[in-house]
């Protein structure tokens, strides 16, 4: 069993950073992939990043490549998604999600968290 707990949300304008970290409860956390996602109002939760268990392995959605950064702490946990340059469209909130598989699809995740909000304003 993982429980994951999502921060570092908020409001930003445009052009600006956050960094969102997920901490994870469990002794088996440096065993689990790690995504994120994100779902804005009326559409469906698409993936943003992926990191493996080791940290070697990342892959980014097409429309956050250069801006975004995902990146985990085995010590301490947690895996982070530091943004960059965002942009209002990245507004939604933002879920990370345990799993064995290496995949882009939420299917592919066992355990979520339950999420932190993201607005970015013009």
């Known amino acids: 069993q993982v429980q994951l707990v999502e921060s570092g949300g908020g409001l930003v304008q445009a052009g600006g950073s956050l960094r969102l970290s997920c901490a994870a409860s469990g002794r088996t956390f440096s065993s689990y992939n790690m995504g994120w996602f994100r779902q804005a109002p009326g559409k469906e939760r698409d993936f943003v990043a992926f990191i493996n268990w080791n940290g070697r392995t990342t892959y980014y959605t097409d429309s956050v490549k250069g801006r975004f950064i995902i990146s985990r702490d085995n010590v301490q946990n947690t895996v982070y998604l530091q943004m960059n340059s965002l942009k209002p469209e990245d507004t939604a909130v933002y879920y990370c999600?345990?799993?064995?598989?290496?995949?882009?699809?939420?299917?592919?995740?066992?355990?979520w968290g339950q999420g932190t909000q993201v607005t970015v304003s013009s």
């Open positions: 999600a345990a799993g064995t598989l290496i995949s882009r699809g939420p299917d592919g995740y066992r355990y």
